[in-house]
């Protein structure tokens, strides 16, 4: 059995837009089910937002989210996390694109570039304020 470890993003009424516009820009398969599909409690405050939804990728990774109910804060995501293992100059190619798909209505607080450890490394904070890190390893020749 292999272990996984799954980034969960809490949104305020945003994780439909969000987690369509990251299957966008990633790709995968993206399910989501609303508050009214999952617990059919009649709400009307919470039918329509995102109860569960996850973005399975290629490369195994598995994004999950919801939309967090009105009574509940909702806090900063923290940071997602992406890098390559220097093994397949392919994987460069494919963070790179996924860069430039984020960056879409983002802040680019750090811009993606060669860096002093070798590697190119860019941040930067998406248009649902979720961090987004990257770092794309120098293949050795």
């Known amino acids: 059995m292999a272990i996984g470890l799954t980034p969960y993003l809490r949104f305020a009424g945003d994780a439909r837009e969000a987690m369509e516009f990251y299957n966008a820009a990633l790709g995968g398969e993206l399910s989501m089910m609303t508050f009214q599909e999952g617990m059919n ?7 329509d937002l995102i109860m569960h939804s996850s973005l399975f990728l290629e490369r195994g990774i598995h994004l999950m989210a919801s939309d967090s109910t009105p009574e509940m804060t909702v806090t900063s995501n923290g940071a997602v996390a992406l890098s390559s293992d220097a093994t397949d100059e392919a994987d460069n190619a494919v963070l790179t694109k996924w860069w430039e798909a984020l960056t879409a209505g983002a802040t680019v607080e750090v811009p993606l570039e ?7 490394f860019g941040q930067l904070r998406d248009k649902f304020g979720v961090v987004w890190m990257f770092n794309i390893s120098a293949v050795q020749g």
């Open 114 to 120: 060669k860096a002093p450890w070798g590697d190119s």
């Open 41 to 47: 409690d009649g709400n009307p405050a919470t039918a």
